[in-house]
């Protein structure tokens, strides 16, 4: 088993923080977009793969949730798994760490499509992409599913 | 009834859009954080409340549904409708909209608390952001739930 992939890396900039020094709650979300597009490298849906196969990534649907404050400068890091795979769909989860610690500051769920981009329509994986994916979840099957996976947001009912 | 809130427009700035000139996925939470800022200033909760009062909103959890495309340079409107509140979180819906277009492009879920910043620890709602925010809850008494709200993300079982 691999565990969890460990594949991004990026400090919080100046213009993503508020008042208070602590990283906006919509820039979370830039750091979780910028690991996914470091995950389509990985997986064969870089740039480079975009213009010469024609294939990419859109988002459908994700989910945040926000833990514990990131505060400006420091550099953040992300582990990922895959929680599944469909024809076209990719089930993607990502967990934020900052600096050193291993405390968990947040969390993030994506549903992605195969997108061929001569349509744009969305489109089964290619095999080459399908293979990669396959080998990840290989190396993740032993991996508990994350607490927060498939979570809706609601206040209890009175 | 006065329906759901028209309060914050926003137009897609330069560095938000991908290779394609289409709105990166983050920031539509961008748009969407900054609605909430606006829903702050409307309940007496913006920058001169937090000062003054010491309150905030911090972001516990959101959610996002991509929709349709926009486009660099759009100007794009949110509406905003609450769906309900207790002592101490507001939960919140967003439908996003570009140009003139009656096309909904996303729509964002997000639980919000309220925080005592002199904590800052989790407090009641001030008794005058209560009052706002129930009127406004009383002026959306007639609208359906919307379709997006209370969503997990999963692909079918097999």
Known sequence: MTGLLELHRERVQPGWVDYNNHLNDAYYMVIFSNATTTLMEHIGLGE????????????????????????????????????????????????????????????????????????????????????????IEAGQVGLPRPANAGRAIGLPRK
Chains 1, 2 share one sequence.
């Open 48 to 135: 480079k793969d975009r213009l010469a196969k024609g294939h990419s990534l859109f988002t459908l649907e994700v989910h945040l949730n926000y833990l514990r404050e990131i505060k400006g400068g420091m550099e953040t890091r992300v582990e990922t798994q895959i929680l599944g795979h469909d024809q076209k769909r990719l089930h993607v989860f990502h967990f934020l760490y900052a600096e050193d610690s291993p405390e968990l500051r947040a969390t993030n769920e994506q549903m992605l499509v195969n997108i061929d981009m001569s349509g744009p329509k969305s489109a089964p994986f290619l095999p080459e992409v399908l293979a990669k994916i396959e080998a």
